[in-house]
């Protein structure tokens, strides 16, 4: 019973923050403690005692204490002191960490391709194939490109070598993107790559 209970007992983590934090200059000390100040703002604006942060880590209160002020000073995090029912209670607030957060995303969204070449690439992949591509095969280049970030040279390099193979599977294509990557030109695939995740390489089967 403990288990299943366990199993669900998330909280929810900042998508941009998880993957990026590095970038807002943080280790992952401050993370944690982001993400434990994230998790109580749902609650209360109340600064937690330095042990209440503490708990449940290997940080000390004085590095906790460290950690907070310099997200403060890297204007992640505000903090103000009110004086509430005759006593002085520490508030904190992380809109300037949101912020930041979203001028990330902006500069490191993918740029749209312009429609002239998305336009030029469908024409492209109708002319080599020599007929008009159907509605399944117009979702998924669209996709390649929308979801995906594939440039519209990205694709056209990868149709190019199904097609020198003689072929014009567009699964096919799409494993040719999948090893070559977003920025890469489209290399001769004879076999899928094998990642080899604790040697942080790619090796293949023999």
Same mark, same amino acid.
């Given at each position: 019973?403990?288990?299943?209970?366990?199993?669900?007992?998330?909280?929810? *983590?900042?998508?941009?923050?998880?993957?990026?934090?590095?970038e807002?200059?943080?280790?992952?000390?401050?993370? *944690? *403690?982001?993400?434990?100040l994230?998790?109580?703002?749902?609650?209360?604006?109340?600064?937690?005692?330095?042990?209440?942060?503490?708990?449940?880590?290997?940080?000390? +209160?004085?590095?906790?204490? =460290?950690?907070?002020? =310099?997200?403060?000073?890297?204007?992640?995090?505000?903090?103000?002191?009110? #004086? +509430?029912?005759?006593? %002085?209670i520490?508030?904190?607030n992380? +809109?300037?960490? %949101?912020?930041?957060?979203?001028?990330?995303?902006?500069?490191? @969204?993918?740029?749209? @391709?312009?429609?002239?070449?998305?336009?030029?690439l469908?024409?492209?992949v109708?002319?080599?194939?020599?007929?008009?591509?159907?509605p399944?095969?117009?979702?998924?280049?669209?996709?390649?490109l929308? $979801?995906?970030?594939?440039?519209?040279?990205?694709i #056209?390099d990868?149709?190019?070598?199904?097609?020198?193979?003689?072929?014009t599977?567009?699964?096919? *294509? +799409?494993?040719?993107?999948?090893?070559?990557? #977003?920025?890469?030109? @489209?290399d001769?695939v $004879?076999?899928?790559?094998v990642?080899?995740?604790?040697?942080?390489e $790619?090796?293949?089967d023999?």
């Amino acid at each position: 019973m403990f288990e299943e209970y366990i199993r669900y007992m998330n909280i929810p *983590v900042n998508k941009v923050l998880l993957d990026c934090y590095s970038e807002l200059d943080l280790d992952e000390s401050s993370f *944690v *403690v982001l993400v434990k100040l994230m998790d109580i703002h749902q609650r209360s604006s109340q600064l937690p005692e330095f042990s209440h942060l503490s708990k449940g880590t290997t940080m000390s +209160e004085s590095q906790i204490a =460290g950690l907070i002020q =310099g997200l403060i000073q890297k204007e992640l995090l505000e903090v103000e002191t009110i #004086r +509430e029912e005759g006593k %002085y209670i520490e508030r904190f607030n992380l +809109e300037p960490l %949101y912020g930041k957060l979203s001028r990330l995303m902006e500069s490191t @969204a993918p740029e749209k @391709a312009d429609p002239s070449e998305i336009r030029s690439l469908f024409e492209y992949v109708e002319g080599l194939y020599g007929r008009v591509i159907s509605p399944n095969e117009f979702e998924r280049i669209n996709s390649w490109l929308e $979801d995906s970030g594939y440039s519209p040279q990205t694709i #056209r390099d990868a149709v190019d070598l199904a097609y020198q193979n003689q072929i014009t599977s567009l699964q096919y *294509v +799409e494993r040719i993107l999948n090893q070559t990557g #977003r920025d890469e030109p @489209a290399d001769k695939v $004879d076999r899928m790559p094998v990642r080899s995740w604790l040697e942080g390489e $790619d090796v293949f089967d023999q």
